[in-house]
């Protein structure tokens, strides 16, 4: 990957940037920039942004540009765009990810994240392109230094002291035991008429345990750790208190969590995500008649996509 001593240059050519925008003519230009996934393109896009950027720092930025492709960190960001375009973010359980540059990158005039575990100083970030860690030369101490209007807090005290336009949070619901404590902070610290946004990871799916086998390739029925998880048998498994299923995830159901968020939002999406074929197949109808208080769609839904906001005055 890349080294901090060893920056790439931005080949420019002949290219007069013309940083004199518009914010309406900025939008415009954005919407023509499809890809955002390609260091080019997401340089591109964090010009067209940010109509202040030195470009005597170009390579530097453009490095930072070539990581959050690297990670792969480019998908989330043109999934949500219409939310990230000129709005202050909060990413709550943000871990520590490029996700701040390249929201920003995407038009987010400021970003905030927000994670317990946060680590400024890592160089090396969870690729979701190449499923694998990767030292990629950068911190986000170092991302800090070179694109304005990001920060990193590893507790949630900003929400009583700050306002957003956006708040994301990607597979972070599952895992929140105070989420309704948190949902009424959330709606407190929205700007009428702000959105949230959530990728919610549902615990009653075939790999809603997060724990090995993750995905149904990794499946070794020889393997008794495997046979404690596997098939929705995590689902009536009776794990030790200090388990990370008890200790790490709420076990929400996908009713309880569209009740929560009504009482605090309006929804404006709720998307159902099932299993791929392979995995519903393994739903066997002796595993439904033993899980019987749940419905078929509860056991099959792997993920909920919500949007919802906060109303306006």
């Not at 420019?12 to 393109?41: H, K, Y």
């Not at 709550?92 to 990810?97: I, N, S, Y």
């Not at 919610?200 to 149904?216: A, C, I």
């Not at 495997?226 to 098939?231: E, G, P």
Request: proline share 4%; charged share 25%.
């Amino acid at each position: 990957m890349h080294d901090e001593e060893h920056v790439q240059t931005v080949d420019q050519g002949s290219v007069e940037w013309d940083l004199s925008f518009t914010e309406q003519q900025a939008r415009s230009v954005a919407a023509q920039i499809v890809g955002f996934d390609t260091p080019q393109s997401v340089f591109t896009n964090y010009i067209v942004h940010n109509k202040d950027t030195n470009l005597k720092a170009s390579e530097r930025l453009f490095q930072i540009c070539s990581v959050i492709c690297d990670v792969g960190h480019t998908m989330l960001p043109r999934q949500i765009r219409p939310l990230l375009i000129g709005k202050d973010v909060l990413d709550f359980g943000c871990g520590t990810t490029m996700y701040g540059a390249a929201f920003r990158a995407m038009g987010a005039r400021s970003y905030v994240g927000v994670d317990p575990v946060v680590d400024l100083s890592r160089r090396r970030f969870r690729s979701r392109r190449l499923k694998a860690t990767v030292n990629t030369g950068v911190s986000l101490e170092s991302v800090m230094l070179r694109i304005p209007r990001i920060e990193y807090y590893q507790n949630a005290d900003i929400l009583e002291e700050r306002t957003f336009d956006t708040i994301i949070l990607h597979t972070v619901t599952e895992h929140l035991h105070d989420i309704e404590s948190l949902f009424s902070r959330f709606q407190k610290a929205l700007n009428p008429g702000g959105s949230i946004w959530f990728l919610h990871t549902n615990f009653y799916s075939w790999s809603g345990h997060n724990q090995d086998p993750k995905t149904l390739k990794d499946f070794d029925p020889e393997n008794p750790e495997h046979l404690k998880y596997a098939d929705w048998a995590h689902v009536d498994f009776d794990a030790p208190s200090d388990h990370v299923i008890r200790t790490h995830l709420n076990r929400l159901r996908i009713g309880e969590l569209r009740d929560l968020t009504e009482r605090y939002f309006s929804i404006v999406e709720w998307t159902l995500v099932e299993d791929k074929p392979p995995v519903q197949a393994r739903l066997t109808p002796e595993i439904e008649r033993r899980l019987g208080r749940f419905s078929r769609s509860e056991l099959l839904t792997k993920q909920v996509i919500c949007l919802a906001r906060k109303p306006t005055l």
